[in-house]
T-cell receptor, first 116, second 111 residues
């Protein structure tokens, strides 16, 4: 399985600022995913990041709020823009591996974000 | 709308006994199901999966059962060990597409 490093592990931010979360994988992967887990809720997919193309966003998430970069096959960033307290969540990146790339997803440790 | 539900937020089991974690889903198109385990301050770790063409998959102490007619799956851990104490998430997908996760069940195995 892939080893995924995610930075920062946690942060406390002020309302109106932005935070960029980095995700580094130890092997080349086609598909990377960004999830959010709000308190007491399930993991919700924000977007799928494919190298060389625009990220695909799920319903309820927009590029202006969550811009994503995928410059190569081992790295991606998610920015949480113009933050509000409602953005306080755990943000997780994952990669898909398997016969079909999405068959199994492996996760980073997550970024715990608190917005004041 | 929550397509995957774990109705028990927590479960406590004595060491050595069986732990049974349950998961229900609403979308009959789901054909692939997974269980993940999550320790505090770590990301979810893949545990076991099952395809809809099967009704059981076993891996050591972990067995997943799938009842397609009831849209229900369960994870059995036998025997339970204190190191199994974690939050368990079930997930479902149509193969090759988005995963949908449940809200998790926090398992505590009492020594």
């Amino acid at each position: 399985s892939a080893v995924i490093s995610q930075k920062p592990s946690r942060d406390i931010c002020q309302r109106g600022t932005s935070l960029t979360i980095q995700c580094q994988v130890d092997s080349q992967v086609t598909m990377m995913f960004w999830y959010r887990q709000q308190p007491g809720q399930s993991l919700t997919l924000i977007a799928t990041a494919n190298q060389g193309s625009e990220a695909t966003y799920e319903s309820g998430f927009v590029i202006d709020k969550f811009p994503i970069s995928r410059p190569n096959l081992t790295f991606s960033t998610l920015t949480v823009s113009n933050m509000s307290p409602e953005d306080s969540s755990i943000y997780l990146c994952s990669v898909g591996q398997g016969v079909l790339a999405k068959n199994i997803q492996y996760f980073g440790a997550g970024t715990r974000l608190s917005v004041l | 709308d929550q397509q995957v539900k774990q109705n028990s937020p927590s479960l406590s089991v004595q060491e050595g006994r069986i732990s049974i974690l349950n998961c229900d889903y609403t979308n009959s198109m789901f054909d692939y199901f997974l269980w993940y385990k999550k320790y505090p301050a770590e990301g979810p770790t893949f545990l076991i999966s099952i395809s809809s063409i099967k009704d059981k998959n076993e891996d050591g102490r972990f067995t997943v059962f799938l009842n397609k007619s009831a849209k229900h799956l369960s994870l059995h851990i036998v025997p339970s060990q204190p190191g199994d104490s974690a939050v368990y998430f079930c997930a479902a997908s149509t193969t090759g597409n988005q995963f949908y996760f449940g809200t998790g069940t926090s398992l505590t195995v009492i020594p």
